[in-house]
C-alpha cells in the first residue's frame, strides 16, 4: 500500500478531537500521489460525510467545472481539507479542531510534494497566509521553497453570493500561467518571494 494510503487509513480511525463522534466517516482527501497541484478546503459537508470524498456536494461540482476550465479533472489533482470530519451542522472547525488536524494534512503535503498548493476560503488561506484577508489576497500567489501558494474564495462562496462566481472562475484560469512561470524561472529556495500580484 502506498505511503498516501496508508496515512489515509488512519486519518479515517482518528479521535484526536471530538468531531468523529458525530461523523459517518472520515474524509481524507484523494487524488494521485504525484499530483501536481493540491486544492485545500476547509471541511467535509453533509454529502462528503456520507461518502467519505471531498468536495462531492454542490460546492464539489463547481469545483469540479473550475478544475475542468484549465483542462484538468479532479482525478490529477489532490483534493483535501484542512478538517477531516466533518463539523456538526456545518459550522465552522474550531481552532483546537484544526490544530488537532494540521499534522494529517502536513503529512499529505510532505508526501505528495505538490508544485502548487490552492487555498479554497478562509480557514485553509489563514493555514498558509497568516493574518492576511481573502478579500485583499485572493487571486495572488506566493512562492516559498519551490512551492507556489495560491489563494481563492471557497467554492460555496458562489452559491452564496453569485457576485463572486465570476471571480473565482477568473482567479482559477491564473492557475496554469503560475506553474508556467514556475516552470520557467527555477529560483533559490532560501528567499521567500512574491509574485505576480495581481
Ligand atoms: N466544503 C469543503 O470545504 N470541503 C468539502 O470537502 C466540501 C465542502
Not at 481539507?81 to 484544526?98: G, M, T, Y
Amino acid at each position: 500500500m502506498s505511503a498516501l494510503s496508508e496515512l489515509g487509513k488512519e486519518i479515517t480511525v482518528c479521535q484526536r478531537c471530538d468531531l468523529y463522534k458525530n461523523a459517518t466517516h472520515a474524509v481524507p482527501g484523494e487524488g494521485p500521489e504525484n499530483a501536481d497541484i493540491m486544492f485545500i478546503g476547509e471541511a467535509p459537508g453533509a454529502n462528503e460525510d456520507q461518502q467519505g470524498r471531498p468536495f462531492v456536494g454542490a460546492s464539489g461540482k463547481f469545483l469540479d467545472q473550475l478544475i475542468a476550465s484549465i483542462g484538468l479533472s479532479r482525478d490529477q489533482v489532490f483534493i483535501a481539507n484542512v478538517v477531516k470530519h466533518r463539523p456538526p451542522e456545518n459550522r465552522e472547525p474550531l481552532p483546537s479542531e484544526i490544530a488537532a488536524c494540521k499534522n494529517w494534512l502536513d503529512h499529505q503535503i510532505a508526501i505528495i510534494k505538490p508544485r502548487m498548493i490552492v487555498t479554497l476560503g478562509r480557514h485553509s488561506m489563514a493555514r498558509f497566509f497568516p493574518d492576511k484577508t481573502i478579500s485583499k489576497i485572493h487571486g495572488t500567489a506566493e512562492k516559498r521553497d519551490g512551492v507556489i501558494y495560491f489563494a481563492m474564495y471557497h467554492p460555496a462562496a458562489a452559491l452564496h453570493q453569485g457576485n463572486l462566481r465570476s471571480e473565482i472562475e477568473k482567479d482559477m484560469l491564473k492557475i496554469p500561467g503560475l506553474l508556467d512561470e514556475m516552470q520557467e524561472k527555477p529560483q533559490a529556495a532560501e528567499k521567500p518571494q512574491q509574485m505576480s500580484m495581481f
